[in-house]
């Protein structure tokens, strides 16, 4: 069942206890066993730094590294085993160079190349293939 289907489903019959569906699909994305929902999450981590870090002055958030431990925290609460790895472009576009506490997508992109060497390539989603 894909997002968009699963989303439509609990639209149109909601649970009786929003509790349970809430912790059926952290328990998703905490396994790693649904990888659109698990990003998602680290989408909606990414657009969470890219938002704030421009509305700093309105918040109670006093430093950028404020503002990267908060949303680490709320990554954990999305049910991300580890905080996502951004591209250190991104980083740079959101003026975060140099923060503590900022996953960087290098070893990320170490790994990819290392699959590639063996003959697999890897997919954004997580799926390989043999190249």
């Known amino acids: 069942?894909?997002?968009?289907?699963?989303?439509?489903?609990?639209?149109?019959?909601?649970?009786?206890?929003?509790?349970?569906?809430?912790?059926?699909?952290?328990?998703?994305?905490?396994?790693?066993?649904?990888?659109?929902?698990q990003?998602?999450?680290?989408?909606?981590?990414?657009?969470?730094?890219?938002?704030?870090?421009?509305?700093?002055?309105?918040?109670?958030?006093?430093?950028?590294?404020?503002?990267?431990?908060?949303?680490?925290?709320?990554s954990k609460c999305m049910g991300l085993p580890t905080v996502p790895h951004l591209s250190k472009d991104i980083v740079h576009k959101m003026g975060l160079t140099g923060t503590v506490g900022i996953m960087f997508a290098k070893e990320i992109e170490n790994n990819r190349k290392t699959h590639h060497k063996e003959g697999k390539v890897e997919h954004d989603d997580g799926r390989h293939r043999l190249g």
Do not use: C, F, H
């Open 39 to 74: 990003s998602l999450s680290e989408q909606a981590y990414q657009s969470l730094l890219g938002y704030y870090v421009d509305k700093m002055k309105i918040t109670n958030l006093r430093s950028k590294e404020d503002l990267v431990y908060t949303a680490n925290r709320i």
């Open 1 to 37: 069942m894909n997002v968009n289907t699963e989303m439509e489903s609990l639209l149109q019959n909601p649970p009786m206890d929003i509790n349970t569906a809430v912790d059926q699909a952290l328990d998703k994305v905490r396994q790693g066993n649904d990888i659109p929902m």
